[in-house]
Each structure stands twice: as structure tokens, then as C-alpha cells.
């Protein structure tokens, strides 16, 4: 049990460090901080310029503040969800260190883990200045009336995706090397289906019936409320904070189980097919 | 001779790498990977590159397949300056990397090879027959149709020694080309590639390698390089003959740790390499005649040291090294690795 | 044998792994008409939450078909050579006796041809299930406006892939960098006059902005009167200026960078 835990330690420490390493150490330290600005900052100026023209108040329009919050943690969802299936496919066609990575003696779901939390590093500083330049930029008014919602938000949030992450790393060991997309799809269903950047209630039934099965949904429902005081769906406006918290918790449980399950179940897959060396450039 | 006359000229061949800062190494920000190299290959020799992992084989390979400028110096491969016309130079080479992969996993062994055959201007169905040709003589005849990713590391190999030799390059340059296979592939393509050169005696190939063996094997003549300079050139039998004034002993020794130490300052040793084995130390000895051999004896024994085994040999490639370098290349090896 | 035959085969040689490769593994269909189609219903629900017409919407299935070339451009051109030179390829390219014009466009060609399935996949799901109006004025029009934007673009991919050569990681995370910024700054989802007329024309160096824009004018000629950039005709002869620069350049600069990349010994750098 002992040897288990130190293993899956092991295993979280290094993919944290390597894979700071990786997202960092390829230019000068200043560099890099423009390239973590920049990239965020644009994606929010998309959906400005878009209120821009066509709402009639521009950014006073009373859904922006909580679109602009969606988008803006949404980022978590972009680095930690495609970023971590994205490590399976770089390990193994471009270093050539999966299979090393696999039959070394620490925990390979531990790895993974360590790989998706070098990740969240990099979104909270992505987060972190896009919140910035809402406040500033945009006007964005952010009020902090519910800590303990935030930071419990927050936290489960953040686990809830780099589970699910790892999920997809699991699935990215079996397909190709344009699987890498794999995570970029889900996040991107994640962006419509969860109601980032709209109300839910626009969505035809089935698919509004699925986004509110989701656990970003309730996510950034939960963050929308406490760093705004008020949430975005009409469809969620009759559960507590509480119950919100309540059910980001079971998604979150769920969310690791899946994640051991599934990755065990691609780890043998790959094994006995040989796929943890796989080269399918073309 | 004149540089188009041969198939490979340098003249004072020198490359370094600069580190940036933070790579020095022990405050150095420059590596001297070849040190004024002056070399000429013959048209129609198969001539080989002997010496250490990091020697600067490869690096001179890179520069004379102009993917490397040099940093002084000049070369010609078929007459031709590498460093003025490259894209001339490329119409008569060709290059096999030991240990690489080619193509695309997603291909099969023969869509692979026939895309590069199309890069070279090779008419297709010309193309799928030499394909076919060469896989059956590196016995991959029956894997054309399979994908390069279902391909063994032996195999991928093979099809890139095909590949390099599919262009019927005028000069083809082989580095490592057994780099890292099972005994039985390495020689297939060491068969290969000599049954070739015999099929096609107007052709030349540089060949890089660490195993001694594969140069004494292959090679008409052997340049033995290390940190950068040509130490030696001529045909290993030469080398070897110029070693037999000598006298080659391979000794076993007991109850001594460092054999060196105890045989420092000694004139008649030519060269000495130890390592310990089974808790005794073997001795490779170059000495300057056979009549040395005494003297080396008493003072191994006045130093405590018990002789368990002795052995006169016939100077092979190894003892050349280790008479040029002062150590082994596979001491190198143990060093690098 | 004449260079035009070898240049041609070359292409043909080039490309063809890519075509054989989206046949061969065809899980890609599904995510690579799926990724752009699930972007573009959400930019299509943000117009309608804040009740914009539904030419807008239009707008977003378009941007989206076309941001399959932008991808296709920056993750399978431009960054292509660091991939290639990761796997041992690149140094083989180099050492034949071809083109590297010739390795480029067969890159492109094979590219474009599977991402044009993709992005009429978008278009025609997207349009269908938005019930969007997709009209075309003026077919011979469009169709010469989208050809000049595609060889402009992939100029730019050549031209990008030559600068590329140089780098190792730093090209993956720049392709990273050109995303979101592009789609801002190429007005993807949006007209790009909106962001005012100056910082539009800056854009334009990048040949889908005003691709993009001439596009949108023979869609919905009423409703872009008021954003167009430019007129149709002039934004073809920039497009055309541009086409014939990147490929100039590209070709330069495949020389220029190839020769620095030889004499800084990074051309077989790995691992980077």
C-alpha cells in the first residue's frame, strides 16, 4: 500500500515537473508571459468585438459579465481537458517516452495526474490575467460575497477536469495521432453544451437535457454565483449553493472512478497491442 | 589527386558547435567536434569512419550530405564543393542513419520507399521494381505491403538501408548502419551492402561505425577518428601490420587494483587498457617488442600482482585504436554510456 | 528526366501520405468535422442570445469552415518541418535532390484536399442544422474569391514552414499563439471592419481576413455594405499581391532559413 502511494507520488511529481518543463522552459521567461497573456486575452476580445456589434447596450448588456466569466474559466477546461490527452500523443510520437514513462516504477495515472497539474498551473496564470483585464479592461464587476462557494467551486471544479482529463488521455493511448483532437472535440462540446457563453434555455431540448448533466455546467454556474452573485441558468435558478457544491462532489467522485477505470482498461489495450510506441505521423 | 577524381576530398575540416550560455559545459561555450580533418575517399572504395561515439563521424557525415556547413575548411563529394553547390552535390548522394526511422507509420513498407523514389524523379513503375528487388535481398520481400508501424525496430532498418540504396546513389553514406540490431540483421545487411558494392563497383560508400569488427569486415580502407581528428588512414591490414613490429598481450591479473599505476612510466609500453572482471583485471598491452614483456611482468609482480592467465595475440582493429587513442573504444563506449 | 516532371512527382510524393493517411485512419472524419462544427453552434447561440440577424450566424458557419484551412495551415504546414525534423524525415527531404517547393506544395495540396471535406462537412451540417440563408450572388465570383484566398493562404503556409525550420518547440507553441489571436484579428466569427478600418487592413496580412470578408460580401451583400473592408474586386487583387508575395518569399526563405539552419547545425536538432 505503502509502495503504492509512494509510486503514484513519484509519479505526480514528476509529470508536474516535466511537464512545466515542457509548457515553459522553450524561450525566455519574458516571452513566455506575453505568450500566456496574449492567448487568453484574444479569445475574450472575440465574443467583446461580438457584443461590440450586434447587442444593442454593447457590454452593458447584462449577459456579458457572466459570458465573460464563462469563457474566462472555461480556460481550465481547454488546458486541463486537452492538455492532458494531448500528453499521451506527444510522449509517445514525438519524445518516444511513453513507453518508458509506462514501464517506470511510479504510478502511470499519477504521471498523468502530474502532467494535467503542471496544466492547471498554467491556466490559473492564463485565469488569472484574463480576470485581470475584465476588472480593468472591460469593466467586468466582480464581488466576492460567497469565499467558501468560490474556493469549494473552485477546487472540486478543477479535480472534476483533470479526471476527466485523464479519461481522455486514456481514450488518446488507443487512436492516432490526429486523436490528439480528441480533447479539443469534448472541450469544444463542453464550450456549447455546458452554456459557456450562453443561456442554456437556447439550446433545443436533448441537448439542454445533456449540457445540464454535466459536472462543467454546474461548475461555472457555481463560480458565476459566487464571483457575480447571480448564475446564468434559468434552469439551475432553483438549486441552493449547496446543492450546487453537493452535485460538482458525486460528479467529481464519479468523474476519478471513470478516469482509473478507463485508463486501466486503455492501459491493457495498449499493452497487448503495442500501441504505447505507436508512430502515425503522415 | 583532383578533387572531381575522387568521390570524397576534405581539406582542413573543422566544425564547432557554440553553446548557448546556460549549456557550457565546465565554462566552455564551444565544442571542437572536427579538428582540421583532411581525408580523400576513392571512387569505387567502401571506406569507413572508425572511432567513438562522439568522435565526430556523424558530424562529418552531416556536413559532406550538406546538412551541415563546416565552420572552416573545405570538402567535395564527386568533385563538388559542399558548402558552394549543395543541390549539386544531392543528385549523387544518398544517406542512411542507423537507429532512424524513415517515412511514415501510417504508409506501408513500399508506399514509403516509393515516395522517396519520387523525390529522387524515379518513374514509378522503375520504382516498384527496384523496391521489390531490394526488399527481397534484405529478405523483407513479404512485409512490402505492411505498414511501417507494425514493422519490428530490425526491420524499419532494413527498409532504410533500401531506401538509401533504392536511388543507386554514386555515393551513398552509411552512418551506424547496424547501430543497435540483433547479430543475425546486422549481418544480413552488412552482406547486403557488400554484395552491392560488388554489383556495382563504380560506386563508393562512407561508412561510420563503432564495431570494429563491421570495419575489418567491410571497409578497403579505415580512417580511425577520435575527438575530432583523423588519427590514421589505410587499409586495415595495414594499420594492423604496422602493429605487428609490435607485440599484442592480453594478460589476466590478480590481487592488484590498478594495474595502470603500477606500470606508469614504463618506456616500452606502447599502450595499456585495464578493466576488471570477476574480481580480476584484464590488460590489453601494446608493448614496443616482445622482449618487454619481461620487464612488465617483474613489475607487476613487485606490485603484488599474481598472473592467471597470458596471451600473445594478432593485433586486431581494437589494439590499432588502442595504440593511437591510449585507450580502448570500448572502454569509450563504457565511458559514454 | 525534366525538372517539371520531377517537381510534379515530388508533389504527387508528397501528398500522397496525406491522402492515403485521412483514409487510413478514419476516426479523423469525425472529430475534425465535429471540433469546428461544435465552435461554430456556440458562436451561432451567442449571436442568438443577444438577438442578432441570422445572416450573423451564417458568419460563424463560415469563419468556422475556414478556420479548418487555418488549422490545417498552422498545425500541418507551418509546424510540419519541427515535426518531421522530430521524426527523422526533414533531414531526408533536404538531402534529395528536389524541390523543397515542391516537398511544401504536396504538403499542401494532400492538406488541402482532406480539410476541403472538412469544411464543407461544417458548412453544409452547419447551414442545415441552423437553418442559416447561404446564397450566392455571384458563383464564379466566390468560387475564384476562395481559390485566391486558399493559394494565398497556404503561401503563407509555405513561408511559415520555411521560418519554422529553424525551431524546435518554440514552433508548436507559436502555432499555438496564431489561434486565437488570428481569429480575432481575421474576424472569424465576426466582420472584421468591426475592429475599426486600420487594424482590419493590418489584418489582411493574413490572406483569410479579407478572404474571409469578400466571402461574406457575396453571401450577404445588404447587410455587409456597412462592414466591408474593401470591395470585392480589390480585396481579389490584394489576395492576388499576397499569393504571389508568400510563395516569393517562401521561397526565399526556405533558401535563407535552410542555410542558417546548415550552419547553426539545427537541422537534425532533436528533441527540442
Redesign the interface.
Known sequence: MMRRLREAWQGIKVGTWLGWQ?ESN??EPFLFAI?AV???V??V???V????????DGLA?P?FPH?FLGTTFYLYVVNVLSGVSWTVVDDR???GMLKYVYLAPMHFYGYLLGRGMAKTLLATLSVLVTLLFGVVGLGVRLSLDDPKLLVGALLLGLASLAFYGILLAGVSLL??R??W??G??VA??L??LCG????LS??PWPLRALGLGLPPTHWLEALRRALLGSGLHSELSRLTSAQLLLILVATTALGGALSVGIVGVAERIAVRRGLLD????? | MASYDLAVKTEGLTRIFRLRKREARDGAREILALDRVTLEVQRGELFGLLGPNGAGKTTLIKILATLLLPTSGRAYVAGIDVVENPVEVRRHINMVVGGETSGYGLLTVEENLWMFAQFYGIPSREARRRILELLALVGMADRAKTKVYHLSSGMRQKMNIVRGFLTNPEILFLDEPTLGLDVQTARTIREFVRRWLEEHPDRTILLTTHYMHEADELCDRVAIIDRGRILACAAPWELKTALRQEAVFRLRVEGIADAKAALDGMPEIRALAQHAEDGQLLLDLVLASEEALVSVLARLSASGARLAELRKEEPTLEDVFLALVGRKLTEDQDEHS | MSTVKHFLRTVVGRAYPRLVGVWREKSWLIFDVLFPLLQVSAYVYIYRAIGAPPEFSGFAILGGATIAYWMNVLWSMASQLYWEKETGNLQLYLLAPTSRMAILLGMALGGLTATTVRAAGVILVGALLFRVPLQVSHGALFLGVFLLTLVALYGLGMLLSSVFLLWGREAWHLSNLFMEPVYLLAGFYFPVRALGLGLALAASVIPITLGLDALRQLLYPQLMENFRVLPVEAEMGVLAGLAVLFVFLARGGLRFFENLARREGRLTLRGQ
Open positions: 515542457i522553450w524561450t505568450y496574449i492567448k487568453p484574444a479569445g476580445l472575440i465574443l468585438v461580438m457584443y461590440l456589434v450586434v447587442a444593442k448588456n449577459l459570458v510520437e514525438h519524445y487512436i492516432a490526429h486523436g483532437v480528441v479539443d472535440v469544444g462540446g464550450y456549447l459557456t457563453a450562453f443561456p437556447l439550446l505507436m508512430q502515425t505521423m503522415y
